[in-house]
């Protein structure tokens, strides 16, 4: 199970947003909410991966140190 605490960063894996980040405000069942910029967002946790594979979709986690898992 992903564990998620807030101020943590997500990087948008999608081609279309490269180096979009978000960060985590708090986890609600579900979802991440998320804040970017000025917006809010939503994401599901099915949809953040930490294994390291590459992808066109999604979300990677960044674990404390700062690195990509």
Do not use: T, W
């Not at 590459?54 to 140190?65: I, L, M, Q, T």
Request: aromatic residues 8%; glycine residues 10%; proline residues 6%.
């Amino acid at each position: 199970m992903l564990k998620l605490k807030p101020g943590q960063i997500l990087h948008d894996n999608d081609p279309r947003y490269r180096g979009r980040k978000l960060e985590v405000v708090r986890v609600e069942g579900s979802y991440a909410v998320c804040m970017c910029g000025p917006r809010q967002v939503k994401v599901r946790l099915d949809y953040i991966f930490r294994d390291g594979k590459p992808r066109r979709s999604g979300y990677s986690a960044a674990v404390e140190d700062g690195s990509l898992s």
